[in-house]
């Protein structure tokens, strides 16, 4: 399997994207692993999602384990229980 992540990691040509990255805090034997996006839309507003926190920690925790490095982004969470009673009801789905 081809770790497309070296795309961004490895060779003279990107030392700008190394340096962006360990700003973040990624260390040197991080990025020498496959970067693995997990995408969260954990929020404090959303009932559904407020454990979603927890579920990717427990997830980012099996990436390390399986040798790999987690890079968690966001996502949009929709809440029709706010969206109820207006206009925007009719879009939230």
């Known amino acids: 399997m081809k770790d497309f992540s070296r795309?961004?990691?490895q060779g003279v040509e990107?030392?700008?994207?190394?340096s962006l990255l360990y700003a973040l805090g990624y260390t040197k034997e991080e990025?020498?692993?496959p970067l693995i996006?997990?995408?969260?839309?954990?929020?404090?507003?959303?009932?559904?999602?407020?454990?979603?926190?927890?579920?990717?920690?427990?997830v980012k925790a099996g990436i390390r384990?399986?040798?790999?490095?987690?890079?968690?982004?966001?996502?949009?969470?929709?809440c029709d229980g706010i969206a109820m009673g207006?206009?925007?009801m009719k879009y939230s789905l």
């Open 65 to 78: 384990a399986a040798g790999g490095t987690p890079v968690e982004f966001p996502a949009i969470a929709v």
């Open 31 to 33: 990025l020498e692993r």
């Open 14 to 18: 990107r030392a700008p994207n190394r």
């Open 7 to 9: 795309n961004i990691t």
């Open 86 to 88: 207006h206009v925007g």
């Open 37 to 58: 996006g997990v995408v969260c839309s954990y929020n404090e507003i959303v009932p559904g999602h407020m454990n979603l926190d927890k579920i990717a920690e427990a």
